[in-house]
C-alpha cells in the first residue's frame, strides 16, 4: 500500500482540522466544521482527488460532459457544506434546517451524483489498493445485496423515516455519536438508491430493467408523502428538542418551524422522484437508439414496426 503526497496531505489536513475542532473552535471561520466527522471529512476530499486524477486520466473523447461534471461536484459539495461547515450549528437548532440537512444528504446530493454516473472516472483515479479491495469477492458479495433494488428501496426508506420517529430523533440528537451514526446512515441509503435508480445501462448490466427502476424510484415517493405530510399539518408538538436547546430564530414559533420542515421534507423530494421516472424513461430510450446504431440488419431484413421512440 503507498500514500502518494496528495493523500498524505489529505489525512494531515483531517488531522490538523479535528485538532483544530477540538481546542479551538470558536475562533474558527464557517467554512470548518462545527463537528469533525472523519468518514465525511476524508470521503468527500478523497473522491474530489480520485475524481479530478481520473478526470485527467480519461480520454478526451470519453470524458463526461460539462453538465455531468457539474452534477458530481455539486453533489459532492454540498455534502461537505451541509455536514462540515458552521451550516450543522444550525442545522441542529431549528428544525427545518435540520431537514434541509437530511434532504440534502439523502436526497439531493445522491440524486446529483447519481446522474452524473462518474465510476469510471473514479476508477482511473483510485490507487490501485483500492480499486483491488473494490473489486473483490467480499466487496462483489456485498454489492450483490445491498444494490439489490428492493433492498435499496427498503433501506432508502429505512434510513430517510426511522430518524422522524419523535423519541429517536430526540435520542440522535442529544448523543453524538448517533447523531452521527444518524447522518451517515441517510447519505449510504441515499447514495446506494439513486445509483441503482438512475444507473444509465440497460440489462442485464443493471439488475433490473428501466421500467422496473423507474417504478422503484417513483413509487417510494408515496410513503416519505405520508410521514412528510403528517409532520407539516399536524398541530402536534412533534420534536420538542429544538424547544429545549433553543432555535436559532427564537421568533419562529415551534408549529412554523415543523411545518416549513414537514414541507422540506415533502415537497423537494417529490419533485426527484418524479424526475428520477423521466430520467429513467430517457435512458431507455437513448439505449434503444444507441442498440439501433450498432444493430447491423442482415442483408433483405425488413422492419415492421418502429420503436417506441418514433425512430
Known amino acids: 500500500m503507498h500514500f502518494d503526497r496528495a493523500t498524505i496531505w489529505i489525512i494531515a489536513a483531517a488531522f490538523v482540522t479535528d485538532l483544530l475542532c477540538r481546542f479551538f473552535p470558536a475562533q474558527l471561520p464557517w467554512f470548518f466544521p462545527f463537528i469533525f466527522n472523519a468518514p465525511v471529512f476524508l470521503g468527500c476530499w478523497f473522491t474530489l482527488l480520485w475524481y479530478f486524477r481520473g478526470l485527467r486520466r480519461t480520454a478526451k473523447e470519453n470524458r463526461p460532459s460539462r453538465v455531468r461534471q457539474g452534477f458530481f461536484l455539486v453533489g459532492v459539495l454540498s455534502i461537505y457544506f451541509v455536514l462540515q461547515t458552521r451550516f450543522e450549528y444550525f442545522s441542529q437548532h431549528l428544525f427545518s434546517l435540520n431537514r434541509t440537512q437530511a434532504v440534502t444528504i439523502s436526497m439531493a446530493a445522491p440524486f446529483c451524483i447519481g446522474i452524473a454516473w462518474m465510476q469510471d472516472v473514479l476508477a482511473l483515479?483510485?490507487?490501485?489498493?483500492?480499486?483491488?479491495?473494490?473489486?473483490?469477492?467480499?466487496?462483489?458479495?456485498?454489492?450483490?445485496?445491498?444494490?439489490?433494488p428492493i433492498l435499496a428501496m427498503l433501506l432508502f426508506l429505512l434510513t430517510?423515516?426511522?430518524w422522524l420517529i419523535p423519541s429517536v430523533h430526540f435520542a440522535a440528537m442529544i448523543n453524538?455519536?448517533?447523531?452521527?451514526?444518524?447522518?451517515?446512515?441517510?447519505?449510504?441509503?441515499?447514495?446506494i438508491f439513486w445509483l441503482v435508480v438512475l444507473d444509465p445501462r440497460p440489462k442485464p448490466f443493471s439488475r433490473l430493467s428501466f421500467i422496473t427502476r423507474a417504478g422503484i424510484g417513483f413509487l417510494v415517493m408515496f410513503p416519505q408523502i405520508a410521514v412528510s405530510s403528517y409532520i407539516a399539518l399536524?398541530?402536534?408538538?412533534?420534536?420538542?428538542?429544538?424547544?429545549?436547546?433553543?432555535?436559532i430564530f427564537p421568533a419562529m414559533s415551534p408549529a412554523y418551524d415543523q411545518m416549513l420542515g414537514g414541507m422540506i421534507q415533502w415537497i423537494p423530494p417529490g419533485m426527484m422522484n418524479t424526475a428520477a421516472l423521466m430520467l429513467a424513461l430517457n435512458a431507455m430510450r437513448l439505449s434503444d437508439l444507441k442498440t439501433d446504431k450498432?444493430?447491423?440488419a442482415p442483408p433483405g431484413a425488413k422492419v415492421y414496426e418502429a420503436k417506441w421512440t418514433g425512430r
Open 125 to 148: 483515479g483510485v490507487p490501485a489498493w483500492v480499486l483491488a479491495a473494490c473489486r473483490s469477492e467480499a466487496m462483489r458479495k456485498f454489492g450483490r445485496v445491498a444494490f439489490h
Open 160 to 162: 430517510s423515516d426511522i
Open 176 to 191: 453524538p455519536a448517533l447523531y452521527a451514526f444518524m447522518n451517515l446512515s441517510c447519505l449510504a441509503g441515499g447514495l
Open 234 to 247: 399536524t398541530t402536534q408538538d412533534l420534536y420538542s428538542f429544538y424547544t429545549l436547546c433553543g432555535r
Open 294 to 296: 450498432e444493430l447491423v
